[in-house]
């Protein structure tokens, strides 16, 4: 049984024909078919039969693969990226995960500076939304990475920032006239916000349920010039947090202003698996992220 009968018998299972599968691959249909039919030789059973309406129908046999090659498949990923976790400790790689916007709020000299004092240490970034961020940390695909609060219990977090979540508000809005926003003051109003992938849309869904208030409508997006767009075109409230505010690309209009929220916050910090250790190499940029969060902090843009 080779890996590719499993993989185009798979195809054939899913898609409930030979020569979709075999387009998808890309071979010929006969070529799928032939693999199939050596599969089937090989197990001593018949996997598809045609129906009367002469579709591909998957006998009792086929159920029984199907599930055993669906793990086959996951089995193969975990061993494939554990050497590849193996393959990046020789080579003294650390690959960081991160959700996005992240790295790009820390800065350039965030990683430079490090590779300058750890030459021999190479550091190599995935940013990702939230959930798949924390997903491929608990598989294993990265060995560090930056999640946001609130934080996997089956990570060990080093807590790094912390800061104030604002809206950006159309400055026609009534609500451009306050000092802050309260959580109730977003009642009733259109909101732009990074969608449900991301833990600031469930913590804001999950603080106004708690508090009976009612948001008109949610429009997602994870472009934080367009939630600024947004709110400066007049259609919303766009979400963003304080380091934002105070970038010159967001300074070029008064038709719009940031308002923080009270009771509303963003925090990051850095995870591992709890069940792995550490290696020498990924304590140190460990160590290092969390001596560059305490520089900046001293900054005073995070709370």
């Not at 070529?31 to 045609?50: H, P």
């Not at 609130?150 to 306050?178: G, I, M």
């Not at 997602?220 to 709110?231: D, T």
């Amino acid at each position: 049984m080779y890996t590719e009968q499993l993989d185009y018998f798979m195809l054939a299972y899913r898609l409930r024909s030979f020569s979709a599968a075999a387009k998808q691959v890309p071979m010929s249909s006969q070529g799928l078919t032939k693999s199939i039919r050596a599969l089937e030789n090989e197990l001593g059973v018949t996997l598809f039969v045609v129906d009367a309406n002469g579709g591909l129908k998957p006998t009792p046999f086929a159920e029984e693969l199907a599930p055993f090659a669906t793990q086959f498949e996951e089995n193969r990923k975990r061993l494939a990226e554990s050497f590849e976790r193996i393959r990046a400790r020789e080579r003294h790689e650390i690959r960081l995960g991160t959700s996005l916007g992240i790295i790009g709020l820390l800065g350039p000299d965030f990683l430079e500076s490090f590779h300058s004092a750890n030459p021999d240490i190479r550091v190599t970034v995935n940013e990702d939304s939230d959930d798949v961020c924390e997903k491929n940390l608990a598989r294993g695909a990265y060995d560090l990475a930056f999640t946001l609060a609130p934080y996997n219990p089956d990570f060990e977090t080093e807590k790094l920032f912390a800061t104030r979540v604002c809206f950006w508000v159309p400055s026609c809005d009534d609500l451009a006239q306050k000092r802050a926003l309260s959580v109730a003051d977003l009642a009733g109003h259109t909101i732009a916000i990074p969608g449900k992938d991301y833990k600031c849309y469930r913590s804001l869904l999950s603080t106004c349920q708690a508090d009976g208030i009612e948001i008109s409508e949610i429009v997602p997006s994870s472009e934080i010039f367009w939630l600024y767009e947004y709110a400066l075109h007049g259609n919303g409230l766009g979400f963003t947090i304080e380091p934002h505010t105070k970038l010159a690309m967001f300074q070029t209009s008064d038709a719009v202003v940031a308002l923080p929220c009270e009771g509303l916050s963003w925090r990051f910090g850095i995870s591992h698996v709890k069940s792995r250790n550490l290696t020498p190499h990924e304590e140190a940029f460990r160590d290092y992220a969390i001596e560059f969060a305490r520089t900046i902090a001293q900054g005073g843009i995070w709370a």
